[in-house]
């Protein structure tokens, strides 16, 4: 029986920049039951998926004792190391942040995703207060004394759309990357961003391994490799195609 | 906002014979919304796919809160009748059965299967035994002075394979559907049987409105109105349907 520490270990491994691990997301214990048979090498939730998945709108909206509950079935049904979509925390306070953290490890979790927007209108919080929120969050890993993967998203990108985007928002991006790394965070996630220029950009002066999240937009998989990205994730594209093909057969079947 | 017993109305009244109910079954919040806006006029559960979807499997193993809370969400997300899969009832005694309904009714449902069969081996209840559950719950119903659904499942024709389906099982097949009818049973359901001459013989003779589960082996939607049928489930094919484009898809994303 592999470990917690192990398994948090080899999902820090998985993160090689220029050969990035995929994250095909989960949303339950069965649809991460088939990713992993699909060859996956971790499992990651996607918020908006559980949510929907569970008839609630995403942004902390889900109860958070069903998404943890939900992340426990999907660890007790997994071999694979299992990172936990945490939202903003589901609170402001850094003691609310590390005790989401403290459930999150106790179902089984060894990473989470923690976002550094207000969960009612998407707003940036200040980078301060926000690398506070990480600083609390490692404090409780180190606590119990496991492996954790914090990789710490900015919504930097997703105050405006793709055509708004600059350098100037990347240089922003990367100021938070250096406080939120030097608050205790092992990854950066920057969902939102498509341009190939502004994605290297990122990837080469990032001091933690930098994750995107790919979309219609987005380069190939391929390109985002030699762009130097670490980790890709689908976010709720899995989801959807998944209901996608429900619905397709439903109408045939329902016509 | 339509009541309980308005919607259990509507329920009863979409079985015509001839003219039948298409089912394409629901196994979350989620699922349930996409096939309620593909235009299904009623949702019900199989409960093979909400048990593998929660990780569990199937026969009683997903634990009956769980089960039941799936159900109450649903229920919250769709103006649609609602009817739910209790299995063999979550228990043997009448008094077990009476509670799983009273559960049921407590979070929306308007109607439920129950079947026949032991979830241990999918071996045959005694017709009587099984009768005085029905009655059970009907008195549960009655008692709560709401309208509700009782799909009786008969297992007769999941005893063996379809080759070896006969007369003699149709004819089994209808002195249980005769004796759950007494007992208070609103609808017959018939899983596994196929073959057209044995579907028209149930239909033709049965007290109830009788439902078929499609699958490959089935004849068309068509075919199974112009037999008699009142109601078709799809059981878990919808959940497969859905699962096959998400495994399709995470392939080609994870090779």
């Given at each position: 029986?592999?470990?917690?520490?192990?398994?948090?270990?080899?999902?820090?491994?998985?993160?090689?920049?220029?050969?990035?691990?995929?994250?095909?997301?989960?949303?339950?214990?069965?649809?991460?039951?088939?990713?992993?048979?699909?060859?996956?090498?971790?499992?990651?939730t996607?918020?908006?998926?559980?949510?929907?998945?569970?008839?609630?709108?995403?942004?902390?909206?889900?109860?958070?004792?069903?998404a943890i509950a939900n992340i426990q079935r999907i660890a007790?049904?997994?071999?694979?190391?299992v990172?936990m979509?945490?939202?903003?925390?589901?609170?402001?306070?850094?003691?609310?942040?590390?005790?989401?953290?403290?459930?999150a490890?106790?179902a089984g979790a060894?990473?989470?995703?923690?976002?550094?927007?207000?969960?009612?209108?998407?707003?940036?919080?200040?980078?301060?207060?926000?690398?506070?929120?990480?600083?609390?969050?490692?404090?409780?890993?180190?606590?119990?004394?496991?492996?954790?993967?914090?990789?710490?998203?900015?919504?930097?990108?997703?105050?405006?759309?793709?055509?708004?985007?600059?350098?100037?928002?990347?240089?922003?991006?990367?100021?938070?990357?250096?406080?939120?790394?030097?608050?205790?965070?092992?990854?950066?996630?920057?969902?939102?961003?498509?341009?190939?220029?502004?994605?290297?950009?990122?990837?080469?002066?990032?001091?933690?391994?930098?994750?995107?999240?790919?979309?219609?937009?987005?380069?190939?998989?391929?390109?985002?490799?030699?762009?130097?990205?670490?980790?890709?994730?689908?976010?709720?594209?899995?989801?959807?195609?998944?209901?996608?093909?429900?619905?397709?057969?439903?109408?045939?079947?329902?016509?």
């Open positions: 029986m592999i470990t917690q520490i192990e398994k948090a270990q080899q999902f820090h491994a998985l993160h090689i920049k220029g050969a990035p691990l995929v994250l095909f997301n989960a949303w339950d214990a069965g649809s991460a039951k088939e990713i992993e048979k699909a060859g996956a090498k971790a499992i990651a996607g918020s908006w998926s559980v949510a929907t998945a569970y008839g609630f709108d995403d942004g902390e909206k889900l109860p958070f004792d069903l007790q049904n997994t071999q694979l190391p990172s979509d945490l939202e903003s925390g589901y609170g402001d306070a850094p003691e609310q942040v590390a005790n989401a953290v403290a459930a490890i106790q060894i990473g989470c995703n923690i976002e550094d927007s207000f969960p009612a209108d998407g707003s940036l919080r200040d980078v301060h207060a926000h690398a506070a929120r990480i600083k609390a969050m490692r404090a409780e890993v180190d606590a119990r004394k496991v492996n954790f993967f914090i990789n710490a998203r900015t919504d930097v990108f997703f105050q405006s759309g793709a055509d708004t985007h600059n350098m100037a928002m990347v240089d922003a991006c990367l100021q938070r990357a250096e406080i939120y790394a030097r608050a205790g965070a092992n990854g950066l996630f920057v969902p939102g961003v498509v341009a190939d220029e502004l994605i290297a950009a990122i990837a080469a002066r990032s001091p933690l391994p930098v994750n995107v999240m790919v979309s219609q937009a987005t380069p190939t998989r391929a390109r985002l490799a030699e762009l130097g990205v670490a980790r890709i994730s689908y976010g709720p594209g899995p989801y959807r195609i998944a209901m996608k093909a429900l619905i397709d057969a439903a109408k045939s079947a329902l016509q």
